[in-house]
């Protein structure tokens, strides 16, 4: 599974050190990118909705920062 999101996120988000998404935030962007809510990647990840926002937040200050 890990292979499959890291091919499609661009080399250069994989090779920017410490702003480099973690497994977590991977799926994370992944399911949202295909339109998954938020209330929907916390189930799929068993954890709260507060939790799986946090991780889409922090992808989104990655990927901007990237």
Known sequence: MTEKLTESVPESL???????????????????????PVGVIAEVLGVSANTAAGHLAAV???????
């Open 60 to 66: 989104y200050v990655k990927l901007r920062n990237a």
């Open 14 to 36: 994989t090779e920017c050190g410490a702003r480099v998404l973690t497994e977590v935030e991977l799926r994370v962007a992944e399911l949202a990118a295909q339109g998954t």
